[in-house]
């Protein structure tokens, strides 16, 4: 790989997604570092880190026997199944929690951990799924032959442990940086404060951002500590090898427990990706007042006409930031894959702006941008772009590390060999065969840019999207206009995979 | 492989451009944290009026104004907002403090009462909410209720709700009661409230629209909000009535949308030109009328029946710099109790 092409590539990230992080990170104070007080904050962290665990384990629970099922066994509509599983996670969390509290009085912080656990469930699902599916067969076919179904799920689960409590600690870290699902959900009753209200409260109260950096730090490491171990483990542990001669595991016959299990995983999949849609659809059609289909149809016109404008610009944004992230990725992914002696260092850096709380990420940007020599730049939708691109692109990058890690480095020595220089290799060699990641990954960046509110927030480009203009009609009550446009957004958001689903053969393979 | 690059790059000029045209250069930029969908009518017809290309730009909600007053702050060194009208009065008062703002002595703000003015006509308010309790009627009787403490009154345990006082107007109004009450009693009062809210005996909800809501749908008794989100709760034909507590005795609070202009504003005239448009009886008339049913802070502004205006009830008097100029450390103080 050419050091200047991996140069350019780390520049464009540095700035983009990390200089944010940096401009803010140069304004704290000492004296607010000092002010920090460490009783509160640590009973505070212990609440979220409770809340953490509960959302993983709930993950965990739900969607590591569902990721194996629909790997490697004969589930009745598995392919359907993998494909709605995806629903809850893709889902604005405040939106799902929403539909979920239209269906229950359920509050306080164990309702918030089940919301949270829903809706990252799929990312444990995908995970295992994943690391099932690259079992050698002659492992599984020994299982069985030993001690039949019984054992051949003692095995396998032996084998993916590692990626599934990786990925719940995934599922950890988005749980723990979220606070307007644990405010919205324990708003009867009980209140469950956690550390993320914290840093918000202090942004929000204060006339400068020192304080909320500094508040923030505890947070930063704490997601730290999770998110880079959880993506080591993930990244060695491909159960498999190239150098072998790897066999595709068979799927396993469920025997008589194929259509009790086939009904059961429906049932949860239903219950978390169809519920909240169904929800929505009600309340667009009239709701409590009584549904009427004419009433949805009206809704749905009526959003869409309010809602063009900001819909076009979300649409505009998400998709700039998907094509920005592609080529940066491509170089930086590639290189972090095949570094070993970086692995640890450059993915603790790429994952950084996941880690940072979003309200800080826009301040970031605003305190970066903002300034004479960029000032056409920061009065562009570009800027909506970079925003959106700095936050997201990690997931872009480490979805390409990890499609590269498990590609054959031979076939890239074979090109140099031919004598194809680094440029060529890149895109003529390793970029169709990481085709379908990369198109993946700029799939989720595109989903995520489309629902992201927090940094949004600050930023002037971003704030005609659709999810600003939903979360402010939303203050006034749930009518139908605000279910429509809710509705409008989860059709944008759902509309990638759906298309994927039904027209592409490959898998898509976008996992970091 | 050819023709599909040739596409990639014929999708990236276009978005470049599309992306290029999404910053055209306005005529007047205005940071807006009233309700957008109370603003947009006023700036629609404004904008008509003027034959200006007036850029908007909105709140959310969730940040409770904070977000443009952080805006406004952050850009100070190249600013883009030319006028900034905020739905309370705190985060005004802050900037003018620390010098963000530029003094302009509308000549629509001389029928202003003196207490909405800043002496250094760095702010005016304007169009005010009250603070009231928005009670249901099935679930309790609105004389029972009268006092800024009856959330404490333990016939009502569990069924009483209010905003966390960390942001917004509830932490306005929390803030106030520490200046008009006696020392210690606020204080007092905010502790019980922790206390009641951690024993499940009050709820504390994620904003006065969704204390609305809680009230609306049944789901509690009363709680304390805006007069805005009451109306929305009244229109909806939610089964709610509003009271004005504390006649007699404090009054109620009454909270101002405040406009200003930021110091180094781009284009001052246009701003200027706006803030006399935005004073006038004519826009406070407006907010009177509209769904948010704002309560003009003049005498004989016309006002439909159901909005009160002043004399029909006691305010609470206090000084809204002072409260302003408190406003941070009191945040500090609440985040302390409530968020632990």
């Known amino acids: 790989m050419s050091r200047w092409l991996v140069l350019v590539a780390a520049s464009c990230f540095a700035l983009v997604a990390l200089g944010p992080t940096v401009a803010m990170a140069l304004r704290v104070q000492v004296a607010d570092l000092a002010a920090l007080d460490l009783a509160r904050g640590a009973g505070l962290l212990w609440r979220t880190a409770q809340l953490g665990l509960g959302a993983a384990t709930i993950a965990l629970v739900l969607g590591a026997p569902l990721g194996w099922l629909l790997s490697r066994s004969n589930l009745v509509g598995a392919q359907a199944l993998r494909a709605l599983v995806l629903v809850p996670l893709l889902l604005p969390p405040l939106v799902l929690a929403m539909s979920c509290m239209g269906w229950t009085t359920w509050r306080g912080g164990l309702a918030t951990a089940a919301i949270m656990g829903v809706g990252t469930y799929p990312l444990v699902a995908l995970y295992v799924a994943r690391a099932a599916e690259r079992i050698d067969a002659r492992r599984s076919d020994a299982a069985r032959l030993a001690g039949g179904l019984a054992a051949v799920a003692r095995v396998e689960w032996a084998l993916v442990r590692p990626v599934a409590l990786a990925s719940a600690g995934f599922a950890f870290a988005f749980a723990v940086n979220d606070f307007a699902v644990v405010d919205y959900v324990s708003s009867l009753g009980p209140k469950h404060p956690v550390y993320a209200d914290d840093i918000f409260a202090s942004w929000r109260s204060g006339n400068d951002t020192s304080k909320a950096v500094a508040a923030a730090w505890p947070l930063v490491a704490l997601t730290l500590l999770v998110v880079v171990p959880a993506l080591l483990v993930v990244r060695r542990s491909p159960l498999f090898s190239f150098e072998g001669d790897f066999r595709a595991p068979s799927r396993v016959d469920l025997g008589a427990w194929r259509w009790p299990l086939s009904l059961l995983m429906w049932s949860v999949v239903a219950a978390t990706a169809l519920a909240p849609l169904a929800r929505l659809s009600w309340e667009a059609g009239g709701g409590a007042r009584g549904f009427e289909l004419a009433t949805l149809g009206q809704s749905l016109s009526k959003a869409l006409a309010n809602g063009r404008a900001n819909l076009q610009a979300s649409l505009l944004f998400a998709l700039g930031a998907a094509l920005f992230c592609l080529p940066v990725a491509l170089v930086l992914g590639h290189a972090l894959a095949r570094s070993r002696r970086l692995l640890a260092l450059g993915t603790t850096l790429v994952v950084l702006p996941l880690c940072v709380p979003p309200i800080l990420h826009g301040v970031g940007n605003l305190a970066l941008w903002n300034r004479p020599e960029t000032a056409a730049l920061y009065d562009s939708g570009w800027m909506a772009v970079l925003l959106q691109a700095g936050r997201y692109a990690p997931l872009l990058v480490l979805g390409v590390a990890a499609a590269t890690a498990a590609t054959d480095r031979r076939i890239e020595e074979s090109a140099r060999l031919a004598g194809a220089g680094p440029a060529r290799t890149l895109y003529g060699i390793v970029a169709p065969l990481l085709a379908s990641p990369l198109a993946g990954g700029a799939m989720v960046v595109f989903v995520f840019a489309l629902r992201e509110l927090d940094a949004a927030i600050l930023v002037p480009a971003a704030n005609g999207t659709a999810l600003f203009r939903l979360y402010n009609a939303v203050h006034f009550g749930r009518d139908e206009m605000v279910a429509a446009l809710a509705l409008w957004i989860c059709f944008f958001v759902l509309l990638p995979g759906a298309l994927w689903s039904l027209f592409s053969k490959r898998n898509m393979g976008a996992l970091p | ?340």
């Open chain 2, 1 to 340: 492989m050819r023709a599909l690059h040739q596409r990639l790059a014929k999708l990236c000029a276009a978005l470049g451009l599309a992306l290029a045209s999404c910053g055209s250069d306005p005529d007047l930029v205005v940071y807006c944290s009233l309700d957008q969908e109370f603003a947009e009518p006023l700036m629609r017809e404004y904008q008509e009026r003027t034959g200006l290309d007036i850029r908007v730009e909105y709140d959310v909600e969730a940040n409770k104004n904070v977000g443009l007053a952080l805006r406004v702050r952050e850009e100070a060194a190249r600013p883009r907002c030319d006028v900034f009208w905020s739905n309370e009065f705190a985060m005004v008062v802050a900037l003018a403090e620390d010098g963000l703002l530029e003094a302009y002595d509308s000549p629509s703000a001389a029928s202003l009462p003196p207490e909405m003015k800043d002496p250094g006509h760095r702010w005016h308010g304007f169009a005010a909410r009250a603070r009231v309790y928005i009670v249901n009627t099935n679930l309790v009787d609105p004389a029972e209720i009268d006092s800024w403490d009856d959330l404490l009154d333990p016939r009502h345990a569990g069924k009483v709700a209010m905003a966390r006082p960390l942001a917004g107007t509830t932490l306005t109004h929390m803030a106030a009661l520490h200046e008009v009450l006696a020392p210690g009693e606020a204080r007092r009062f905010l502790e019980s409230v922790e206390r009641l809210s951690r024993e499940g005996r009050l709820n504390l909800a994620n904003g006065n629209a969704h204390v609305m809501r809680l009230v609306s749908e049944g789901q509690c008794a009363f709680g304390w909000t805006d007069t805005d989100d009451f109306h929305v709760a009244l229109e909806k034909g939610a089964p709610v009535q509003a009271v004005y507590p504390d006649q007699g005795g404090i009054g109620t609070m009454l909270i101002p949308n405040t406009i200003c202009i930021p110091a180094s504003a781009p284009r001052k005239d246009a701003a200027r030109r706006f803030v006399d448009w935005a004073l006038s009886e004519e826009v406070e008339a407006r907010l009177a009328a509209s769904r948010s049913a704002q309560i003009p802070v003049r005498r004989g502004v016309a006002r439909p029946a159901h909005v009160k205006g002043p004399g029909e009830f006691e305010p609470m008097r206090y000084d809204l710099r002072a409260v302003g100029l408190s406003i941070r450390a009191r945040a500090a103080e609440f985040q302390e109790l409530f968020l632990k």
